[in-house]
């Protein structure tokens, strides 16, 4: 049996990995605060599938007590992708895989830096759950991921073999994860972000929810003219989206429940937003292709300018 | 000697008026609230040039009431120009002329279908003043006035006799109000957007004042691109505006004492805002010559999801 250590029990970790759990999985939990609750209290999970409590997780709070383990899961936030160098490291032998369960562009750069070329995967994840407390997470939509090789900055890395996906879907379908694998992560990445972008930019900028975007004629067209430019943004890229997608997210925003997206939340709570990864990743690798990508640079700006984690100085003067 | 009428008393058309009363022009002041606290008390002016007080003024709620005057000054938002067709007939002799102080472009286009072509101005104003109470204006900085003629929608109305906009001028300039004729009124205006456009975009958008945006390096920048944009537009509608002027308007901006925007002090107060007049006409114009004008439309389609003033319904599931 294979061992997975998670890095970040948070809204998004917490689940996966209380699911791998429970399946069975040689799953080690890396936490922060939580940790004496969990040893305490276990991990609970409260699902649309089912809630269920795992009295005895094998729970760390630091990654100097957890094992080596063939899988390494990234669910931090990639505002903390910093402290990767720190982090991962001790939880790495010489044939561990690294999954990066994160938003946005090229957030497996700093982790491809540490665990290797054809080492890494990332993964999108599409889920709707949020931590309700300590060690208890609520999840309430969704769940499903798309999984595949990290290529690299340049696209040049090699593929992790093929029987490691293997493996990791094989695991993941058993915990009743719904996973498929892919052939072109990026695709995958600028996909995401084509709903990302406009509806946490907008959220936040706007400071409204998803269907208050929707129902307001001026900031649905907006949202889709930002997704206009994402798809532009892809294609210079290199990545092929066909025009009808943009008609697809846009129906699928239309039927979905009200909700914050994971960035409004983080502002709403003063926590760091995750810009870089998902408006300034990809502003740089369409300019450095030839498009301005003019309508998420906007965004891009006028959320560096609303984040109050950083620069507190220059913002004190509003 | 002249007549003017004076719609609107606000705090651009209170100093305005004002100062051409205090000269010894024959104004007549079209009031709101105000028309019984000034027959009592005058109207007031607070300015950075002096106070002064004008104990009698003339008055007048109501345009049937006024006589009929050879300039009629309109200096409304032009949010309320739709009133116009009610409000100007009643004032108009055979050879009157009409003065559009406003902020915006074609902002003219209602005035001159009541007035005639060949018969409108158009003035650009670079104040700051307030309304602080009735009947009470505080002139905070600036006055300076460009006039010109409203060339119409397609550029073909025939130009303001020489003869009336010197009268104007010397009217103005006795009164101690800073003017100048322009005989490109339409670049005057592109010009002023390039400000505007950013800035009272910006301030409501982002809940900040003009240095809280100057002082933060990515609104700072997105107001420099919005400028850039603007520009393009201009450009595209044939009006030539050096590139040297973003830096200036950035330099002089840099140097402004801090300033809420007419824009934010209207949103604010839960008044409409001049969306169209400064948004749409504009892109309107760039469009229909060729040019998208992106950054303009991404601020325009945010302004019109935050105006709480129309689209009431959609907005409540916010």
Not at 222 to 230: F, G, H, S, T
């Amino acid at each position: 049996m294979k061992s997975y250590a998670l890095i970040g029990t948070g809204a998004l970790g917490g689940f996966y990995g209380g699911l791998l759990a429970k399946a069975g999985c040689d799953v080690h939990f890396l936490m922060r605060s939580d940790v004496e609750h969990v040893r305490q209290h276990g991990l609970r999970v409260d699902s649309v599938n089912g809630d269920f409590l795992l009295p005895n997780v094998k729970a760390y709070a630091s990654v100097s007590e957890m094992p080596v383990c063939d899988y390494v899961i990234i669910a931090l936030k990639s505002t903390q992708n910093t402290s990767l160098a720190l982090l991962l490291p001790p939880l790495l032998h010489s044939d561990s895989h690294a999954i990066v369960l994160q938003n946005g562009l090229h957030v497996e750069a700093k982790t491809e830096e540490i665990v290797g070329k054809g080492r890494v995967l990332g993964g999108c994840c599409f889920l709707c759950s949020n931590k309700v407390g300590p060690g208890h997470i609520r999840h309430l939509d969704y769940g499903n991921i798309l999984l595949g090789s990290y290529k690299g900055p340049d696209g040049n890395s090699p593929n992790v073999p093929d029987s490691v996906i293997h493996e990791i879907v094989n695991d993941f379908s058993k915990a009743t994860i719904p996973i498929e694998a892919t052939d072109n992560l990026q695709r995958s990445r600028w996909k995401k972000l084509m709903w990302n972008i406009p509806f946490n930019g907008l959220s936040v900028i706007l400071n409204a929810s998803t269907d208050a975007i929707m129902n307001h004629p001026a900031s649905r067209q907006l949202a889709e003219q930002i997704m206009r430019d994402v798809r532009q943004a892809a294609i210079a890229c290199g990545e092929t989206i066909p025009e009808e997608h943009v008609a697809q997210l846009i129906e699928h925003t239309e039927h979905m429940v009200p909700y914050d997206s994971s960035m409004r939340l983080d502002f709403l709570a003063g926590r760091p937003m995750e810009i870089e990864a998902i408006f300034s990743n990809p502003i740089r690798a369409s300019q450095a292709a030839g498009y301005a990508a003019p309508f998420i640079e906007v965004l891009q700006k006028q959320l560096l300018f609303l984040d109050r984690t950083t620069d507190s100085e220059s913002c004190e003067t509003s």
